[in-house]
Structure formats: structure tokens, C-alpha cells
């Protein structure tokens, strides 16, 4: 196995896949909270609609 210095494209995909890393569990996280009226936030809804009005 040849040991190389990491160059920029080495560099680039280690900060893409730090960003994937980061910016999946995030997105997911916001992709859960919007679209769950239907389990587990049900009652949350309820109560801010309940406010609301």
C-alpha cells in the first residue's frame, strides 16, 4: 500500500462525507418534524392548533 500526503481530492472527500454526516441526520430530523401529524407528535399538534385558535 503506497502512503501518499492527502491531497485536495482527498481533502474534498473527507469534507463531503463530514458534511453528509451532518446534513442527513439533520435533514431527516427536519423531514420528521414536518411531516408527522399522523404519530407521535399527534397530540403536540392538537395542542398548538388548540392555542392557536
Given amino acids: 500500500m503506497e502512503v501518499e500526503p492527502p491531497g485536495p ?3 474534498l472527500i473527507g469534507a463531503a ?3 453528509i454526516g451532518v446534513v442527513l ?3 431527516y ?3 420528521r418534524v414536518k411531516r ?3 404519530s407521535s407528535s399527534s397530540a403536540y ?3 398548538t392548533t388548540k392555542g392557536l385558535i
Fill in 17 to 19: 462525507v463530514m458534511m
Fill in 36 to 38: 408527522v401529524p399522523s
Fill in 25 to 27: 441526520p439533520l435533514g
Fill in 45 to 47: 399538534s392538537k395542542q
Fill in 9 to 11: 481530492l482527498r481533502y
Fill in 29 to 31: 430530523m427536519m423531514f
